[in-house]
């Protein structure tokens, strides 16, 4: 903020909702979204860690074909496990649960969630959910894979199957009830002037994910207790000796599970959709577009999901249909895409932290939407069916997609959050260790799926060694990656340069509060009369250098 | 959003004890009708049963007749999705080469392809 540096030292606002009341129970009693969002924070954390912990496991065990670390069976629970913590308790409440839980209320210029109490108790029931996953993972471990397929979930495994599923279907709720907070929210608490069209993509990206969260998960819920009856009952509903199909527990499982896959992405892209009209200074291009992509991709995301089971002996004429509309996903995706490059064009743009995560994700999901087109197609997908190939597909997509969208969001929000800034030089450092090692952590992947190594096998021929070196490497550094964010944006909550309301400076109606904001987020209801992104109309970003010759000031910490 | 969109609908006990009882005679229609061996009907006529009951319940205990027209939408919007479900698994297993009404192992349906193009 050089260009405004005759304003006085800034120092935080005195009363915020950090410090509106102190001990353990104002946080574990507390009905305030800000506060049950940083909850939500410290709990996904801890089960990325637990994830990642995993998957070093994984990595350090595929450096040698014949893998020296683990015995098979502790292979198996490793990927089991480090897919389980990572998809039902990270991915799936990241960015929903801890951003659109901290941002929602505050971008459509509310006090809180529509239902407050429910949102803590969304909190709760993950916890209850997680505390019985945990159970699992240290009373034997799981070892079915994330997918629970049948007949090795109910009939074969030895693993601790039962408080897995019982984990998973708890936490379902807790996704169930966000999402429903959400709608409603959206609905009903917009602030006067906050129409439709003036809400940020953000809002948007979430009502649609909301969307695919009250409509599937109930699914997954009941799929998980059919599964969890016939494993403890010995009911036959998947078992074809007793007159039950396990091809139909995997459209069960997949009717939810690939709309999932949108849950981790849509509010990534969301975030997407903030990052670069802020940074680039410029309207976001087609918002029309942009938004009904959002409903369109949570819509046709649940007309695709056999193409996971291309292989399984269904129908060939229903997996026609489905590699069909599995294509069809691919156009409001790229319609997105392609606005984000319109948006850049033209743009005055800036190369703050979010800003390069925001690139990342651009690349990043690039190249995993368009492998995913690879293994919609009937014919390619015989190929590289259950090979590297799937692995690396969905990590470009869920970790260089949806994690990168977090992390840029953490860091665009940061400031919001705890009021203080984080510093900028390491953070660029980072989000480049980042891309570089998750590059070379994946990239090797793709090849040796082409080459034909399987997923989830615990040896493989010593030809392939090379790449799984690489890619053992790239996780390390991955992992550094991953570490320093952790360490500096916890130490900036505490000691980083204090922000100011609107650091960067962006549009929407959260930059208008304090930082970080009251408990009831503003001191009046704002009033709503501009459009979104719209920097020139907005005298009060301080940015008038803009309309009058083009050229922005200085933006960002440096 | 008016304030009468809110108010409680008032419902007489007399159609809350209509509708038990209609309830409670389907119940016994269920049970009844497993006795008897309608061949492939079986299926279809629990099924049926089930569904009206459901129906029931949802139109007057959970008072979706008496609901805004935004419940209703939500409450068909859930319909539809399971309406999706459902269908779209069915484009699998009857489209699958077996649907005469034998059931094959997968192993011997793709076994039993190649005689079929013949």
């Not at chain 1, 990656?481 to 100011?500: D, E, H, Q, R």
């Not at chain 2, 209609?22 to 089930?50: C, D, E, K, Q, Y």
């Amino acid at each position: 903020m050089s260009a405004t540096a005759a304003a006085p030292v800034k120092t935080l606002p005195e009363h915020h909702y950090l410090n509106a009341t102190y001990g353990i129970r104002s946080w574990l009693l507390t009905v305030d979204h800000k506060r049950i969002a940083l909850l939500y924070l410290v709990s996904v954390t801890f089960f990325f860690f637990i994830g990642g912990f995993f998957a070093m496991l994984i990595r350090l065990h595929l450096l040698t074909p014949s893998g020296y670390l683990l015995s098979a069976d502790t292979y198996n629970r490793m990927f089991t496990m480090h897919g389980v913590a990572m998809i039902f308790f990270f991915l799936i409440p990241s960015i929903p649960a801890v951003l659109g839980n901290f941002f929602i209320p505050l971008m459509i210029g509310a006090k809180d969630l529509a239902f407050p109490k429910i949102n803590l108790l969304s909190w709760y029931v993950y916890v209850v959910g997680a505390a019985f996953t945990l159970y699992s993972m240290v009373s034997g471990g799981l070892d079915t894979g994330w997918t629970f397929y049948t007949p090795l979930s109910t009939i074969y495994s030895n693993s601790a199957v039962a408080p897995a599923v019982v984990g998973v279907f708890i936490t379902g709720f807790s996704s169930i009830l966000t999402g429903l907070n959400f709608l409603v929210t959206i609905h009903t608490m917009r602030a006067p002037g906050m129409t439709w069209f003036r809400l940020p993509m953000f809002v948007w990206a979430h009502y649609a994910t909301s969307i695919v969260m009250i409509l599937g998960t109930p699914v997954i819920a009941i799929t998980l207790a059919l599964a969890g009856m016939e494993r403890l009952f010995g009911l036959g509903f998947f078992n074809p000796a007793m007159g039950g199909d396990p091809i139909l527990f995997q459209h069960l499982f997949w009717f939810y599970s690939h709309p999932a896959v949108y849950i981790m992405i849509l509010p990534a892209m969301g975030v997407i959709s903030e990052l670069i009209p802020t940074f680039a200074r410029k309207q976001l291009f087609g918002y029309h577009f942009v938004a009904a992509a959002s409903l369109a991709i949570a819509v046709i995301g649940f007309l695709v999901w056999t193409h996971h089971m291309f292989l399984t002996g269904q129908s060939t004429y229903a997996a026609l249909a489905f590699s069909f509309l599995t294509f069809l996903v691919a156009i409001p995706s790229a319609v997105k895409t392609f606005n984000w490059v319109a948006t850049l064009y033209g743009g005055s743009i800036s190369f703050d932290t979010p800003m390069l995560y925001a690139f990342g994700f651009l690349g990043l999901f690039l190249i995993g939407g368009l492998t995913g087109l690879f293994l919609g197609c009937l014919g390619t997908d015989i190929h590289i069916h259950d090979t590297y190939f799937v692995v690396a597909h969905f990590h470009y997509i869920m970790v260089g997609g949806a994690i990168m969208g977090y992390l840029g969001g953490l860091h665009f929000w940061w400031p919001k959050m705890t009021g203080r800034m984080y510093p900028e030089w390491l953070a660029r450092i980072a989000a480049l260790i980042l891309f570089v090692g998750f590059n070379l952590t994946f990239f090797p992947q793709f090849l040796l799926g082409y080459l034909g190594m399987p997923r989830r096998y615990h040896v493989y021929p010593p030809e392939f060694q090379v790449y799984n070196v690489m890619s053992t490497a790239g996780a390390s550094i991955l992992a550094i990656g991953y570490l320093l964010p952790m360490i500096y944006l916890t130490w900036a909550a505490f000691f980083g340069k204090v922000a100011g309301d609107n650091p960067w400076p962006a549009t929407g109606l959260e930059w208008k509060t304090q930082s970080p904001p009251l408990t009831e987020n503003f001191e009046v209801t704002p009033i709503v009369t501009w459009e979104p992104y719209d920097f020139h109309n907005r005298p009060d970003l301080g940015l008038d250098a803009v309309a009058s010759n083009g050229v922005a000031p200085a933006h960002g910490d440096d | 959003m008016s304030e009468q969109e809110h108010s409680e609908h008032i419902v007489p006990p007399s159609t809350y004890l209509a509708i038990i009882l209609t309830l409670l005679v389907l119940t016994g229609t269920t049970v009844g009708a497993a006795f008897v061996n309608l061949g492939r009907f079986n299926i279809v006529v629990a099924l049926a049963i089930a569904t009206v009951k459901a129906t029931l319940v949802v139109l007057f205990f959970m008072h979706a007749k008496y609901s805004p027209k935004r419940t209703k939408l939500i409450i068909l919007a859930g319909i539809f999705w399971l309406a999706l479900l459902l269908g779209m698994t069915l484009s699998d297993y009857i489209t699958r080469v077996d649907y005469r009404g034998v059931r094959f192992p997968i192993s011997q349906v793709t076994q039993q392809l190649p005689a079929q193009r013949g």
